[in-house]
């Protein structure tokens, strides 16, 4: 979960530097979590600490996207902000990333 929390924290951050300044922001942070898994509730704490880590500038809504490479497609497109995805997810988007997935390394 440490790491989980290191990629989410640096895509955010990754964003801010890339956004320019607004008044509000509303940020989209996707996950193939299934409503009810232990996932969801970590995704909801990374919501509310986004939004009040920015006191309130950024507002985040929670969306559930049933693949993973969906959700690595839209961040790519710049459509959705944040997204709590595995190696294995981004692999097709990232081929170097599927190296961390291969076993007995």
């Known amino acids: 979960m440490k790491f989980a929390s290191l990629v989410i924290a640096a895509g955010a951050m990754l964003a801010l530097a ?3 300044v607004q008044a509000q922001q509303n940020w989209k942070v996707a996950s193939a979590a299934q409503p009810g898994s232990p996932l969801v509730s970590f995704v909801d704490e990374i919501v509310a600490k986004i939004t009040s880590g920015s006191k309130g500038a950024i507002t985040a809504d929670r969306l559930f996207v049933g693949s993973e490479q969906e959700i690595a497609q839209q961040v790519v497109r710049g459509r959705i902000e944040v ?6 997810g981004i692999a ?4 170097e990333a599927g190296l961390l997935t291969t076993p007995y390394l």
């Open 18 to 20: 890339q956004t320019p």
């Open 83 to 88: 997204a709590g995805i595995s190696m294995a």
């Open 92 to 95: 097709p988007t990232i081929p």
